[in-house]
């Protein structure tokens, strides 16, 4: 082989600028372990803390909470599926009998929370004595191991249950503790390949659709009561009261079902149209609009429809029942019906024209309605004779009230906070991947997430327990929650301001008296009635009736 020409076969005793394969793969893993231990270090500082929180997460980090008044009281993960999961709907349901049992145990600043929905290692649930013993022993081990940090205490507390019900388009149904954020329970209905509407929940019942297939589930533990394919195509999600579940169908059709008796024959609710809008249920009414612009209203135990209002245009909006003899029903002509649903004549009691489009369903807090037009202009008015009280622009939906303010969805990811009684705008909060506000009128908590699961409950500070706004209907006498020492435990902290507060609103003004009315055979002229015990002289038959 000549001098100078080297066979391309024969390496090179000559050392190359070029590193090798493995020496490069060990650089970069280097340079790797070096950027994560830097990241970690950021993440570890305040402000790249909150930004590292945030990014992507629709979570509110806690110093921008506490910023606005406001503190997390939880956040978990919803089970959406694989794949393409997402979280079609929650709602909030809070129950009339069933009581929660919360134990909480303090030392120092630190604060741990035990319930009763608890499983210990066998899988079944300690109830409540369970979680009394379980944050009694949690404290004597404290009291064990850092004796320094003083003396542990224990408060039970015994609260509304309240249960958040949030369903995705995979046929997934989960129920959520709405103070504590734990899963009760996950179920899987029908199929992944049908819609699913949202949960509709009573006492003891949870219903909702998947496809034509009705399903009601136990509300304790989830299980499975009964499923029957109803007899019409279902137009929207349905409603339930204690001894009936009510399907729209897009014939127009209600389809009411016994729930204790799954194969009795369902009652069929007639109207004209297709039934396209979730039905309302309310002090034992029922009411529904169909896409002719009727709204109709039925009795739910006698199973007879009362009466129906003609609108000029349809209705696309759940109507709201505000009392026994209150229903609000905005339509898309930019009118708010206030109407007796008892009363088959003269039931209009006041309307309200805003001159926009109403496609959304009020919300009723107290003596007021709140209503939303298609224009984000939001309306307070009164629910005892429709006057407007005010009105606050750039409102895309109401979420929750909370003493004396209210949590809605301004702007694109804003979170805008409004004063109760003027409308006002006290804050703007903004929001990264906001997607899934949750409209919360039974509590003053503040429900919102991400459509991919993600799931957080927001408080005023100090207020650690929820106050419960929904209306009683007279028939149950609402159970009052209680504060004590656990059995055996240190005595109870002092209550901080707002802690203890009734949640059923005790001690709040009660209204002024209606005037009571008319009787049926009272002058509706204003004339004096007979005295009593002397009734009037009836005229005789020859009587001149000219005089």
């Given at each position: 082989m000549p001098s100078g020409i080297r066979s391309s076969t024969c390496p090179s005793n000559r050392p190359s600028n070029r590193p090798s394969t493995r020496s490069s793969f060990r650089a970069i893993l280097l340079a790797s372990a070096a950027t994560l231990a830097l990241g970690v270090a950021f993440v570890g500082s305040g402000v790249e803390r909150v930004a590292a929180q945030s990014m992507g997460s629709g979570l509110m980090p806690a110093n921008v909470a506490r910023r606005y008044g406001l503190e997390r009281a939880w956040f978990t993960q919803v089970e959406v599926g694989r794949g393409r999961g997402r979280v079609n709907e929650a709602v909030v349901h809070v129950s009339k009998t069933r009581l929660q049992t919360t134990v909480e145990v303090f030392q120092g600043p630190s604060r741990w929370q035990f319930t009763e929905f608890e499983r210990d290692a066998f899988g079944e649930i300690i109830g409540p004595e369970g979680a009394k013993r379980k944050a009694n022993d949690f404290a004597a081990r404290l009291k064990k191991n850092s004796p320094e940090a003083g003396e542990p205490k224990v408060l039970v507390q015994v609260v509304p249950e309240v249960t958040l019900y949030v369903t995705t388009n995979q046929g997934l149904i989960q129920a959520i503790d709405g103070e504590t954020g734990k899963t009760r329970w996950l179920v899987r209905v029908g199929s992944a390949n049908f819609p699913t509407t949202g949960a509709v929940a009573s006492e003891n019942h949870v219903a909702l659709l998947n496809g034509s297939t009705l399903y009601v589930l136990r509300s304790t533990d989830g299980e499975m009561m009964w499923q029957k394919k109803i007899d019409g195509v279902p137009g929207a999600s349905a409603a339930i009261s204690d001894e009936y579940v009510f399907v729209p169908t897009v014939n127009g059709a209600?389809?009411?079902?016994?729930?204790?008796?799954?194969?009795?024959?369902?009652?069929?609710?007639?109207?004209?149209?297709?039934?396209?809008?979730?039905?309302?249920?309310?002090?034992?009414?029922?009411?529904?609009?169909?896409?002719?612009?009727?709204?109709?209203?039925?009795?739910?135990?006698?199973?007879?429809?009362?009466?129906?209002?003609?609108?000029?245009?349809?209705?696309?909006?759940?109507?709201?029942?505000?009392?026994?003899?209150?229903?609000?029903?905005?339509?898309?002509?930019?009118?708010?019906?206030?109407?007796?649903?008892?009363?088959?004549?003269?039931?209009?009691?006041?309307?309200?024209?805003?001159?926009?489009?109403?496609?959304?369903?009020?919300?009723?807090?107290?003596?007021?309605?709140?209503?939303?037009?298609?224009?984000?202009?939001?309306?307070?008015?009164s629910t005892r004779d429709g006057l407007p009280q005010w009105k606050s622009p750039g409102v895309n939906k109401v979420m929750a009230i909370s003493g004396d303010k209210m949590y809605a969805v301004g702007e694109v990811g804003r979170l805008v906070v409004l004063d109760l009684k003027t409308g006002s705008r006290i804050a703007t909060i903004p929001l990264d991947e906001f997607d899934l506000p949750i409209t919360n009128s039974v509590t003053d908590r503040l429900y919102y997430g991400t459509k991919l699961g993600t799931l957080q409950c927001l408080r005023e500070v100090g207020h650690r327990w929820p106050v419960v706004f929904e209306p009683s209907d007279g028939k149950k006498p609402k159970p009052k929650p209680s504060a004590k020492p656990a059995a055996g435990g240190a005595p109870a902290a002092e209550p901080k301001p707002g802690e203890n507060d009734d949640p059923f609103g005790a001690g709040a003004p009660a209204p002024p008296p209606k005037p009571a009315e008319p009787a049926a055979g009272d002058d509706p002229f204003g004339a004096d009635p007979a005295p009593a015990g002397k009734p009037a002289p009836k005229p005789k038959d020859d009587a001149d009736p000219f005089g």
């Open positions: 209600i389809e009411s079902y016994t729930l204790a008796d799954p194969k009795a024959v369902p009652w069929i609710y007639k109207s004209l149209g297709r039934a396209m809008v979730q039905p309302a249920h309310g002090f034992g009414s029922l009411a529904w609009p169909t896409d002719f612009g009727h709204l109709y209203v039925a009795s739910a135990t006698a199973r007879s429809i009362l009466y129906r209002l003609e609108s000029r245009e349809t209705i696309v909006a759940t109507p709201t029942f505000a009392a026994a003899d209150r229903l609000i029903a905005p339509t898309v002509d930019g009118y708010v019906y206030c109407l007796q649903p008892a009363r088959q004549t003269s039931n209009i009691l006041w309307k309200f024209s805003s001159g926009e489009t109403l496609s959304q369903s009020p919300l009723v807090h107290g003596e007021f309605v709140y209503v939303l037009s298609d224009d984000r202009n939001l309306y307070s008015l």
